[in-house]
């Protein structure tokens, strides 16, 4: 049986990190959100191998294909890129990363946070690292790389049928008594799972500033589109409870108009954002 150590899976370092920024924004903690900032900024900026990896395996995670031919001349052009790696530097980033985690970041759950992509992320994160090995062309080697290749086309195919069935139903337009419950909890929460706005968000943080202003500024769109889908719903507009959050969240995301998003943008605007994106939620 292969080994996984979540510890040094990049894709999975960068989720935990992610998410423990959000959680510190809501949280007010602007010591550790400014802490874990820096230590994105230093660890996943472009030209360091620990950059490359998590690049490498984001591509892989999300390939949107349904022809295995294609997947697998995906594979191929992954496994050459591996290559380029430096392995040994990739370590040294990841041990210096996990060190400034446990001194910096005051989270005992930090590790223990639920990622529904978990699998796939380990088998990825395995897959990188054999091809990178210099035992992968033995017969072992190559009978653990067709596994996990293998485990993530299967993945891939069981996440296309998820989006169909996905689009379907909010084609639709299905809203019952339940979905009310779970708007009514998403409000409630301060802190819960991250959508793809959110993620478009701090993956932006971390990378281009036109990027980042582009991703608030859609996803300050994305909420107001919301706000109206709720506000014309017969069910969800009869209960008052909800509307009076929606007040609330409606007043604050119009205080954030487009022209300060193309001003110097303030952790507080991201902060703000990222919190409000919640709305986003209520019909997952």
């Given at each position: 049986m292969v080994k996984h150590n979540k510890?040094?899976?990049?894709?999975?370092?960068?989720?935990?990190?992610a998410r423990a920024?959000?959680?510190s924004f809501i949280d007010n903690n602007e010591k550790q959100a400014s802490s874990i900032k820096e230590i994105i900024h230093k660890y996943f900026h472009k030209g360091t191998q620990l950059h490359k990896e998590y690049k490498l395996m984001k591509a892989l995670a999300t390939i949107n294909v349904s022809s295995d031919s294609t997947v697998q001349k995906i594979f191929e052009d992954?496994?050459?890129f591996s290559k380029t790696l430096n392995s040994k530097t990739l370590n040294k980033e990841k041990t210096k990363l996990i060190s400034e985690i446990h001194n910096h970041i005051n989270d005992n759950d930090f590790y223990k946070q639920d990622v529904p992509d978990y699998v796939k992320y380990a088998t990825i994160q395995n897959l990188i690292n054999e091809y990178c090995s210099k035992d992968s062309k033995d017969f072992e080697g190559k009978i653990r790389v067709t596994m996990f290749e293998d485990a993530i086309k299967s993945a891939l195919r069981e996440e296309?049928?998820?989006?169909?069935?996905a689009i379907n139903l909010e084609?639709?337009?299905v809203y019952n008594s339940s979905t009310v419950k779970f708007i009514v909890s998403r409000f409630n929460d301060k802190y819960n799972t991250l959508n793809e706005n959110q993620r478009a968000i701090l993956s932006s943080i971390c990378f281009k500033q036109d990027a980042l202003k582009s991703c608030l500024k859609n996803t300050r769109?994305?909420?107001?589109?919301?706000?109206?889908?709720?506000?014309?719903?017969?069910e969800l507009s009869a209960d008052s409870d909800i509307m009076q959050k929606l007040k609330v969240v409606k007043e604050e995301i119009k205080k954030i108009d487009e022209k300060s998003?193309?001003?110097k943008i303030s952790d507080g605007m991201i902060e703000d954002i990222l919190r409000l994106a919640?709305?986003?939620?209520?019909?997952a």
């Open positions: 510890k040094r899976n990049t894709l999975l370092l960068y989720e935990f990190l920024l959000v959680k992954v496994k050459q296309n049928n998820m989006q169909h069935h084609d639709k337009k769109n994305a909420i107001l589109n919301k706000i109206r889908v709720i506000e014309v719903d017969e998003l193309d001003d919640e709305v986003l939620n209520y019909n």
